[in-house]
């Protein structure tokens, strides 16, 4: 229990070393060392959008970590590095979570409106760095259905599960 990151979290994700990367409700990420460094430092995506999922790759001391929003927003930040996070691409989906096997490899889940229709959707990430793809999901779509976690096991098998018992 650590009272100086103060903030309704939603999702975390751990460095190999023990430090902690955190998502809050409210467009927040804040990091923490686990053993008696300073305390919490903050970012601010300036969207005050629900960060759902966190994913991060280590170089050294440097992690690039990546974070999906209920707005659709995928945002990059380095730290230590850049002050804030950088927006990297939006979607027409509410993510739920973002896995991957290296910081050009990811995927990213959640649902789509279409129409009065909740769907499942999964995006990729360009190759080129622009607008992530959306990844076909098999036929017919549930509806109603919300995808909730995603896990790469490498570039070419990632599972997601979702409500209702949906698993791709």
């Not at 990420?29 to 300036?46: N, P, S």
């Amino acid at each position: 229990h650590y009272s100086d990151c103060q903030g309704d979290w939603v999702s975390a994700w751990a460095r190999s070393d023990g430090r902690v990367f955190l998502g809050s409700d409210q467009g927040v990420i804040a990091t923490r060392e686990v053993t008696g460094a300073a305390g919490c430092e903050t970012a601010d995506t300036d969207r005050p959008a629900s960060i759902n999922g966190l994913v991060g790759f280590e170089s050294g001391p440097s992690t690039t970590l990546f974070a999906v929003t209920s707005e659709g927003r995928i945002f990059r930040w380095i730290h230590p590095g850049t002050a804030e996070p950088t927006e990297i691409s939006r979607v027409a989906a509410n993510l739920r979570d973002v896995h991957g096997t290296s910081a050009t490899n990811l995927l990213a889940v959640g649902a789509e409106q279409v129409g009065s229709v909740v769907e499942p959707r999964a995006f990729r990430s360009n190759p080129d760095g622009g607008t992530w793809l959306p990844e076909p999901l098999p036929t017919p779509l549930p509806t109603g259905v919300f995808l909730r976690g995603v896990h790469m096991v490498h570039r070419q098998l990632a599972y997601a599960a979702g409500d209702k018992g949906v698993l791709y």
